[in-house]
């Protein structure tokens, strides 16, 4: 074992100290006074979660019963048209389903490959978008009035029948060479 990773696994409690259980349990001066599977168990550790919706693909919703999206190509060609969930995004569904959606930067709004085109009566529903959606919308291929950030489109009831048109092309400016300028 490396030493940083054994000083890792001591920071982390998981491995106790070199001398043995018994005779710790007369104390070491560090509050550790009993001792269970080789562990201290007077030490307990918690741990930081993130959202499971950023770890994992969304829940499908019965047949018949989610919200209806329909996926089409640049061309108008349908590409699949799924049902979700309310409150699920535009990209995470794309994802689910297998839709070449790319959401480069996993849904955190620092690019613009997620970009959709969406009917104006469907775009008009949505609420503004945020100046860090504007930002990354400015960098799009194909840039519309009606464009929006699939990462940032949750979908509501009334958004039910949604068609979400992807562009020919999307920007992602690490893949295509270019480097961040700050």
């Known amino acids: 074992m490396t030493p940083s990773f054994t000083l890792?696994?001591?920071y982390l409690g998981r491995l106790p100290q070199r001398t043995s259980p018994s005779n710790n349990a007369k104390g070491n001066g560090r509050g550790r006074s009993e001792w269970?599977?080789?562990?201290?168990s007077s030490r307990t550790r918690s741990l930081h979660t993130s959202a499971v919706s950023r770890h994992s693909g969304?829940?499908?919703?019965a047949a018949g019963a989610g919200i209806k999206v329909h996926f089409k190509d640049s061309k108008g060609n349908l590409l699949k048209t799924v049902e979700a969930n309310e409150g699920?995004?535009?990209?995470?569904?794309?994802?689910e389903y297998d839709i070449d959606l790319e959401g480069a930067c996993e849904g955190s709004v620092a690019c613009s490959t997620c970009h959709v085109i969406l009917p104006p009566e469907y775009y008009d529903l949505l609420p503004e978008p945020e100046d860090d959606e504007n930002d990354m919308l400015d960098m799009a291929f194909g840039l519309t009035d009606t464009s929006r950030l699939g990462c940032q489109v949750k979908l509501t009831r009334e958004l039910d029948g949604l068609t979400a048109v992807l562009p020919s092309a999307t920007r992602n400016m690490?893949?295509?060479?270019?480097?961040a300028s700050h």
């Open 8 to 10: 890792l696994r001591r």
């Open 58 to 61: 969304i829940n499908r919703p």
């Open 88 to 95: 699920d995004d535009i990209l995470a569904i794309a994802h």
């Open 36 to 40: 269970k599977d080789g562990f201290p």
């Open 174 to 179: 690490f893949v295509d060479g270019k480097k």
